[in-house]
Nanobody
Framework: QVQLVESGGGLVQAGDSLRLSCAAS????????MGWFRQAPGKERELVAA???????YSVDSVKGRFTISKDNAKNTLYLQMNNLKPEDTAVYYC???????????WGQGTQVTVFS
């Protein structure tokens, strides 16, 4: 059974940093592409950053230069380092895994990030 468990969210002030973690189990972590998504109240879920099996990364323009996605295959863990947080980053953050194609196959339960000014 595949499980993705996020942690590291919280309530922070604008300009602060957080590091989200996603612990994966039940899959061969290194063979999956991974992504971080977020969903703010009243908005659609959006892809924030992604990392391929080979380690290539992508991030949406609104977080470039502030957020960094990384992974540790030995620990089966995905990370999202978030610096210089802004109130508009407030959302529930989800990690997801995909084996092939563009659709993500597995999702975590989410972790709340709230940024106040």
């Amino acid at each position: 059974q595949v499980q993705l468990v996020e942690s590291g969210g919280g309530l922070v002030q604008a300009g602060d940093s957080l590091r989200l973690s996603c612990a994966a189990s039940g899959l061969t972590f290194g063979t999956y592409g991974m992504g971080w998504f977020r969903q703010a109240p009243g908005k659609e879920r959006e892809l924030v950053a992604a990392i391929s099996r080979g380690g290539s990364t992508y991030s949406v323009d609104s977080v470039k230069g502030r957020f960094t996605i990384s992974k540790d295959n030995a620990k089966n863990t995905l990370y999202l380092q978030m610096n210089n947080l802004k109130p508009e980053d407030t959302a529930v953050y989800y990690c997801a895994a995909r084996y092939g194609g563009s659709d993500y196959d597995y999702w975590g339960q989410g972790t709340q990030v709230t940024v106040f000014s």
